[in-house]
């Protein structure tokens, strides 16, 4: 079955840095756009980044330009979000989602960003 499954989450101070994991079995993972999103309390969730089957085409919201990078290594059916400059507005629960037939969402990693 399809599955996703995030790591790397952690309390960190404004500032830092954390490199979030989804690895991703079930699926032909390399022929799958594959895209992070995050959820603050009390706020819907919002995607974060995206990037394409081959990594060469990458997008992220605004709020996250030129702090976070998305990447992906279809040998090891992972797709990573390194994070820097993290600031307290960054803190929620970071979701790896695809969409395999139909949504497909992990159970999410925490991240909090507080001194």
């Known amino acids: 079955q399809v599955q996703l499954v995030e790591s790397g989450g952690g309390l960190v101070q404004p500032g830092g840095s954390l490199r979030l994991s989804c690895v991703a079995s079930?699926?032909?993972?390399?022929?799958?756009?594959m895209n992070w999103y995050r959820q603050a309390p009390g706020k819907e969730r919002e995607l974060v980044a995206s990037?394409?089957?081959?990594?060469?085409?990458?997008h992220y919201a605004d709020s996250v330009k030129g702090r976070f990078t998305i990447s992906r290594d279809n040998g090891k059916n992972t797709v990573l979000l390194q994070m820097n400059s993290l600031r307290p507005e960054d803190t929620g629960l970071y979701y790896c989602?695809?969409?395999?037939?139909?949504?497909?969402w992990g159970q999410g990693t925490q991240v909090t960003v507080s001194s």
């Open positions: 989602y695809a969409r395999v037939g139909y949504d497909r």
């Open positions: 079930g699926f032909a993972f390399s022929y799958y756009g």
């Open positions: 990037i394409s089957v081959d990594g060469d085409y990458t």
